[in-house]
Protein backbone atom coordinates (compact mmCIF):
# COMPACT_ATOMS: atom_id res chain seq x y z
CA UNK A 1 0.00 0.00 0.00
CA UNK A 2 1.44 3.42 -0.74
CA UNK A 3 1.65 6.26 1.87
CA UNK A 4 -1.24 8.07 0.21
CA UNK A 5 -3.55 5.35 0.06
CA UNK A 6 -2.65 4.67 4.09
CA UNK A 7 -3.04 7.75 4.70
CA UNK A 8 -6.75 8.03 2.90
CA UNK A 9 -7.44 4.66 4.86
CA UNK A 10 -6.32 6.07 8.01
CA UNK A 11 -8.58 9.05 8.07
CA UNK A 12 -11.59 8.16 6.27
CA UNK A 13 -13.90 9.14 8.86
CA UNK A 14 -12.59 12.19 9.17
CA UNK A 15 -13.32 12.91 5.41
CA UNK A 16 -16.69 11.41 5.51
CA UNK A 17 -17.07 14.10 8.75
CA UNK A 18 -15.79 16.84 6.34
CA UNK A 19 -17.92 15.88 3.68
CA UNK A 20 -21.40 15.48 5.04
CA UNK A 21 -20.40 18.71 7.81
CA UNK A 22 -22.86 21.42 7.73
CA UNK A 23 -20.65 23.82 5.37
CA UNK A 24 -20.38 21.53 2.29
CA UNK A 25 -24.17 20.33 2.90
CA UNK A 26 -25.51 24.29 2.89
CA UNK A 27 -23.08 24.91 -0.05
CA UNK A 28 -24.36 21.61 -2.34
CA UNK A 29 -27.92 22.87 -1.39
CA UNK A 30 -27.13 26.32 -2.57
CA UNK A 31 -28.46 27.20 1.00
CA UNK A 32 -25.04 28.72 2.86
CA UNK A 33 -25.63 31.83 3.20
CA UNK A 34 -23.65 34.98 1.49
CA UNK A 35 -22.00 36.05 4.49
CA UNK A 36 -20.60 32.76 5.51
CA UNK A 37 -19.59 31.97 1.84
CA UNK A 38 -17.82 35.14 2.15
CA UNK A 39 -16.01 34.62 5.60
CA UNK A 40 -14.87 31.95 3.77
CA UNK A 41 -13.48 32.88 0.62
CA UNK A 42 -11.67 36.23 2.08
CA UNK A 43 -10.21 33.60 4.82
CA UNK A 44 -9.53 31.33 1.39
CA UNK A 45 -7.03 33.94 -0.06
CA UNK A 46 -5.57 35.11 3.26
CA UNK A 47 -4.82 30.97 3.32
CA UNK A 48 -3.91 30.36 0.09
CA UNK A 49 -0.64 33.14 0.21
CA UNK A 50 0.56 31.01 3.31
CA UNK A 51 -0.02 27.91 1.70
CA UNK A 52 1.71 29.21 -1.65
CA UNK A 53 4.42 29.97 0.40
CA UNK A 54 4.61 26.65 1.80
CA UNK A 55 5.10 24.95 -1.76
CA UNK A 56 7.53 27.47 -2.34
CA UNK A 57 9.55 26.16 0.74
CA UNK A 58 8.95 22.54 -0.64
CA UNK A 59 10.50 23.11 -3.86
CA UNK A 60 13.34 24.20 -2.13
CA UNK A 61 14.16 21.40 -0.51
CA UNK A 62 13.03 19.30 -3.18
CA UNK A 63 15.63 16.68 -3.99
CA UNK A 64 15.77 16.73 -8.10
CA UNK A 65 14.72 19.49 -10.20
CA UNK A 66 11.89 18.29 -11.71
CA UNK A 67 9.99 18.48 -8.08
CA UNK A 68 11.49 21.82 -7.97
CA UNK A 69 9.56 22.65 -11.23
CA UNK A 70 6.49 20.72 -9.61
CA UNK A 71 5.71 22.59 -6.71
CA UNK A 72 6.73 26.29 -8.04
CA UNK A 73 3.89 25.64 -10.49
CA UNK A 74 1.72 24.70 -7.75
CA UNK A 75 2.53 27.37 -5.93
CA UNK A 76 2.12 29.87 -9.15
CA UNK A 77 -1.21 28.06 -9.34
CA UNK A 78 -2.64 28.80 -6.12
CA UNK A 79 -1.21 32.93 -5.84
CA UNK A 80 -2.33 33.65 -9.36
CA UNK A 81 -5.26 30.57 -10.15
CA UNK A 82 -6.96 29.96 -7.31
CA UNK A 83 -7.15 33.50 -6.28
CA UNK A 84 -8.76 34.69 -9.49
CA UNK A 85 -11.33 32.41 -8.35
CA UNK A 86 -11.94 34.69 -5.44
CA UNK A 87 -11.43 37.81 -7.12
CA UNK A 88 -14.60 36.72 -9.10
CA UNK A 89 -16.38 36.86 -5.92
CA UNK A 90 -15.11 39.53 -4.45
CA UNK A 91 -16.07 41.60 -7.80
CA UNK A 92 -19.36 40.71 -7.83
CA UNK A 93 -19.64 41.48 -4.23
CA UNK A 94 -17.92 44.64 -4.22
CA UNK A 95 -14.97 43.63 -1.96
CA UNK A 96 -12.25 45.97 -2.43
CA UNK A 97 -8.13 45.17 -2.89
CA UNK A 98 -8.26 47.62 0.04
CA UNK A 99 -11.28 45.99 1.81
CA UNK A 100 -9.32 42.10 1.18
CA UNK A 101 -5.85 43.62 2.68
CA UNK A 102 -8.02 45.38 5.65
CA UNK A 103 -9.56 42.19 6.45
CA UNK A 104 -8.35 40.23 9.71
CA UNK A 105 -7.04 37.17 9.03
CA UNK A 106 -9.37 34.11 11.22
CA UNK A 107 -8.20 32.26 14.25
CA UNK A 108 -8.40 29.12 12.29
CA UNK A 109 -6.65 30.28 9.33
CA UNK A 110 -3.65 32.24 11.40
CA UNK A 111 -4.07 28.32 13.07
CA UNK A 112 -3.61 26.55 9.72
CA UNK A 113 -1.48 28.56 7.88
CA UNK A 114 0.87 29.04 10.96
CA UNK A 115 1.13 24.78 11.02
CA UNK A 116 2.08 24.65 7.07
CA UNK A 117 4.70 27.20 7.48
CA UNK A 118 6.43 25.87 10.72
CA UNK A 119 6.18 22.37 9.10
CA UNK A 120 7.80 23.70 5.91
CA UNK A 121 10.67 25.41 7.52
CA UNK A 122 11.15 23.25 10.35
CA UNK A 123 10.39 19.69 9.34
CA UNK A 124 11.99 17.20 6.69
CA UNK A 125 10.82 17.03 2.64
CA UNK A 126 8.85 13.75 3.55
CA UNK A 127 6.81 15.37 6.14
CA UNK A 128 6.01 18.78 4.79
CA UNK A 129 4.31 17.10 1.54
CA UNK A 130 2.35 14.88 3.80
CA UNK A 131 1.07 18.20 5.21
CA UNK A 132 0.67 19.73 2.09
CA UNK A 133 -1.32 16.53 0.62
CA UNK A 134 -4.49 16.92 2.41
CA UNK A 135 -5.47 20.67 1.14
CA UNK A 136 -5.04 19.17 -2.53
CA UNK A 137 -7.06 15.95 -2.17
CA UNK A 138 -9.62 17.07 0.26
CA UNK A 139 -10.52 19.76 -1.89
CA UNK A 140 -10.82 17.95 -4.92
CA UNK A 141 -12.88 14.90 -3.66
CA UNK A 142 -15.15 17.19 -2.00
CA UNK A 143 -15.32 19.34 -4.92
CA UNK A 144 -16.27 16.10 -7.59
CA UNK A 145 -18.99 15.27 -4.15
CA UNK A 146 -20.32 18.11 -4.76
CA UNK A 147 -20.42 18.12 -8.12
CA UNK A 148 -22.41 15.52 -8.02
CA UNK A 149 -25.57 16.79 -5.80
CA UNK A 150 -25.07 20.26 -6.13
CA UNK A 151 -28.52 21.98 -6.87
CA UNK A 152 -29.66 23.11 -9.89
CA UNK A 153 -28.40 27.36 -10.50
CA UNK A 154 -26.59 26.99 -7.46
CA UNK A 155 -24.62 30.48 -6.14
CA UNK A 156 -21.17 29.17 -5.84
CA UNK A 157 -20.90 26.86 -9.35
CA UNK A 158 -18.04 28.72 -10.12
CA UNK A 159 -16.16 26.74 -6.72
CA UNK A 160 -17.35 23.44 -7.06
CA UNK A 161 -16.60 23.62 -10.47
CA UNK A 162 -12.75 24.84 -9.52
CA UNK A 163 -12.76 21.69 -7.56
CA UNK A 164 -14.29 19.18 -9.82
CA UNK A 165 -12.23 20.14 -12.60
CA UNK A 166 -9.62 17.81 -14.35
CA UNK A 167 -7.30 20.28 -14.07
CA UNK A 168 -7.46 20.49 -10.32
CA UNK A 169 -7.64 16.50 -10.29
CA UNK A 170 -4.72 16.56 -12.20
CA UNK A 171 -3.08 18.58 -9.70
CA UNK A 172 -3.68 16.06 -6.79
CA UNK A 173 -2.30 13.14 -8.89
CA UNK A 174 0.93 14.91 -8.88
CA UNK A 175 1.09 15.66 -5.38
CA UNK A 176 -0.15 12.24 -4.34
CA UNK A 177 3.06 10.45 -6.76
CA UNK A 178 5.26 13.35 -5.34
CA UNK A 179 4.74 12.33 -1.58
CA UNK A 180 4.59 8.55 -1.90
CA UNK A 181 8.04 8.56 -3.89
CA UNK A 182 9.29 10.41 -0.99
CA UNK A 183 7.45 7.94 1.55
CA UNK A 184 9.09 4.84 -0.83
CA UNK A 185 12.73 5.14 0.82
CA UNK A 186 11.85 6.93 4.23
CA UNK A 187 12.37 5.29 7.75
CA UNK A 188 9.40 3.74 9.53
CA UNK A 189 9.98 6.85 12.28
CA UNK A 190 9.64 9.56 9.25
CA UNK A 191 6.19 7.81 7.67
CA UNK A 192 4.95 8.12 11.75
CA UNK A 193 5.62 11.72 11.28
CA UNK A 194 4.06 11.78 7.81
CA UNK A 195 0.93 10.13 9.20
CA UNK A 196 0.41 12.78 11.88
CA UNK A 197 1.39 15.92 9.83
CA UNK A 198 -1.63 14.37 6.76
CA UNK A 199 -3.90 13.92 10.31
CA UNK A 200 -2.76 16.95 11.67
CA UNK A 201 -3.53 19.01 8.17
CA UNK A 202 -7.00 16.98 7.40
CA UNK A 203 -8.09 17.91 10.75
CA UNK A 204 -7.18 21.61 10.27
CA UNK A 205 -8.97 21.18 7.22
CA UNK A 206 -12.22 20.69 9.08
CA UNK A 207 -11.63 23.40 11.01
CA UNK A 208 -11.00 25.97 8.33
CA UNK A 209 -14.78 25.03 7.04
CA UNK A 210 -16.52 24.94 10.33
CA UNK A 211 -14.82 28.27 11.17
CA UNK A 212 -16.49 29.65 7.89
CA UNK A 213 -19.64 28.00 9.09
CA UNK A 214 -19.49 29.59 12.53
CA UNK A 215 -18.16 33.14 10.94
CA UNK A 216 -15.73 32.72 13.80
CA UNK A 217 -13.22 35.82 14.79
CA UNK A 218 -11.07 36.47 17.25
CA UNK A 219 -12.60 36.97 20.62
CA UNK A 220 -10.91 39.93 22.11
Same mark, same amino acid.
Given at each position: /?????? !?????????????? /????????A????????? @??? &? =? *?????????????? %???? +???????? =????????? #???E?????????D????????? !?????????????? $??????????? &?????????????A? #????? $?G??? +????? =??W? *??? %?G??? @?????? /?? +? !??D????TA??? /?I?????????????????W?? %?????????
Open positions: /MTFSDD !AWTRNAARYETIRT /MGFNEELAGTLSRAQFE @HYI &V =Q *DAHYLIGFGRALAI %AAAK +APDPDRMV =QFCDAAKEA #VIVRALHGSFFAWGISPEDFE !ASPVSPTCHHYVSY $LMATAYAEPYE &VVLAALLPCFWIYE #VGRDI $LRAS +AGNAY =QAI *DTY %AEEF @HEAVRA /MR +A !ATEAAASPR /MEAMHVAYTTATQLEWMFNG %AHQRRAWPI
